[in-house]
């Protein structure tokens, strides 16, 4: 058993979907945009500059649907869906919320997007 090693404060799952070539449907990762192909890299870079990396682990995950919205990512805990990301609004969550502790609203997905969670209690048969 390992004693000692704390768990991390914030996972930040961010979505790498990448629709493949001439696919209509949005991604999060396009092939017509170098800045979304370099997000993932940008935030891991951000959180090993600012010395939080051991903290706040980045998680590459698959499409979170809601790809209309892309490029997104999921803040856990607190279930906080940032949508539209660029590298500049990467860097202000990293630095007002990761670190700062305050959500930054502007970014969050609209809340009709992003109803409730449904507890899997009220679904399972
Ligand atoms: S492709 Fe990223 S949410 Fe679907």
Known sequence: MLNGIPQPAFYIFKCQQ???PGMPKPSCVSQNSPESQELFQHLSQSLMQKGIIATVQPIQTSCLNRCQQGPVMLVEPGHTMYVELTKEKVDKIIDEH?????????????EEAWGEA????DMAR
Do not use: F, L, M, R
């Open 118 to 121: 449904i507890a899997p209690a």
């Open 18 to 20: 990448s629709a493949p």
């Open 98 to 110: 990761i670190i700062g502790g305050n959500v930054v609203d502007e970014y969050v997905i609209a």
